[in-house]
């Protein structure tokens, strides 16, 4: 991403590190559209609580900006990779990737240098909500 500004937070395997997380993203949003910043919060919400219910480790928050694009990633110690359900309509729980695969511009899985994943979503700047998906 050209001009692209990223930044990196370390969160505690606390479930109270959720709301750290959205107010993290909410900042790298800064002057962006209400609806692009309340999205990569939900979206960001639900990464980070599935590497608190299904990883292990350290938890580490990436947000990459640049004109055109936001970049949320959420890295784990645990491997393996996340996957959309399709809960029963009395599940409570398990709609999470449900939610990234279709408000996403696109998501994904990478392997870190070491060891785990780091999930990933990118979110178009000024387009609408999953389009560009691939």
Request: charged share 30%.
């Amino acid at each position: 991403m050209d001009g692209a500004r990223r930044a990196s937070f370390t969160l505690q395997r606390d479930p109270t590190e959720v709301r750290q997380a959205r107010q993290h993203v909410a900042r790298a949003c800064d002057g962006l559209a209400r609806d692009l910043v309340e999205i990569a919060q939900l979206l960001a919400t639900e990464l980070v609580t599935n590497a608190l219910d299904h990883g292990a480790g350290e938890i580490t928050l990436g947000i990459t900006r640049s004109d055109h694009d936001l970049r949320v990633d959420v890295g784990d110690d645990a491997p393996g990779r996340p996957r959309a359900s399709t809960p029963g309509s009395d599940q409570v729980r398990g709609r999470g990737m449900l939610l990234v695969e279709a408000m996403a511009a696109a998501w994904g899985v990478e392997p870190p240098a070491d060891k785990g994943k780091r999930v990933w979503f990118r979110l178009r700047i000024g387009a609408p909500v999953g389009s560009g998906r691939r």
